[in-house]
Each structure stands twice: as C-alpha cells, then as structure tokens.
C-alpha cells in the first residue's frame, strides 16, 4: 500500500507542475496532512462541488490521463467524508448508489485499519459507526 502513497505523490507532483508551479510546493501539503492525523480537509471534505469542477477541467485541459484516476479518488474521498460525488462532475459516472456502496466499505476498512487516536469524524462515512 505505501508504493500507491509513491505514485500518488509522483502524479500530485505532475498535476501541479502543469499548473504551473513548482512540484516541490506539494511536499508542504503532504506533512500538513500528516501532522492533521491524516484528517480529511479541502474542497472534497467540505462539499465544495465548484472547486472540484474547477479541478478536472484543468485535469482534462493538462492531463487528461489522469482524469478517470482522479474521479476514482474523488468518489472514494467523497464517501468517506459523508458525501456523495455528484454524477454531472463524473459526466454520469458518479451516482449515489455507487459512491455510498463505495464509501461504506472504504469507511469500514478505514475505521478498521485507523489507530484509536485517529479523528473519527474524518473516517466516518454513511452507514459507518465511528466507534467501532
């Protein structure tokens, strides 16, 4: 599982260089995330479709390879933060049953894999008890 953090890391990295910007500006974010207790912050967490829309244009205008890897991340990341990714951002490939059907497991083996410190509220997602 730590070679996907990799991968991930090395992809953030050429999103952000197409954007324009240094790709050393994301490792800052990355020990945010880590120092946060890997808590769940940003567009996705707080429902804020727009950004999100504003995200995958630029993925479709810069790279547009990494458009159904990042719709994948976003209906996972949407279900653990309780929310479902609306199916326009997907161009109908999102939905509610699939994204709370995604998220209840996501959240499950989160829940199950997290320490007993970690922030519940972050890994709690519909369907999922947070105290278990």
């Keep these: 599982a730590a070679n996907y953090l990799v991968t991930l890391r090395a992809l953030a990295r050429s999103l952000v260089a197409a954007a324009g910007a240094p790709p050393d500006a994301l490792d800052p ?3 945010g995330v880590m120092e946060n207790g890997f808590e769940l912050t940003g567009p996705i967490a707080r429902g804020d479709w727009e950004t999100v829309e504003r995200h995958l244009a ?3 205008e810069r790279r547009p390879e990494l458009e159904t890897l990042y719709l994948e991340l976003a209906r996972a990341t949407a279900a653990v933060a309780g929310h479902v990714l609306p199916a326009e ?3 109908g490939r999102g ?3 699939d ?3 995604l998220g209840d497991e996501v959240a499950e083996r989160a829940l199950a ?3 007993p410190s970690a922030p519940r509220r972050a890994l ?3 369907g999922a008890r947070p105290g278990r």
């Design 29 to 31: 974010l990355l020990r």
């Design 58 to 60: 630029a993925i479709r």
């Design 89 to 91: 951002l997907a161009g």
């Design 95 to 97: 939905g509610e049953r």
């Design 99 to 101: 994204a709370f059907r």
């Design 113 to 115: 894999l997290a320490p």
């Design 124 to 126: 709690a997602a519909p």
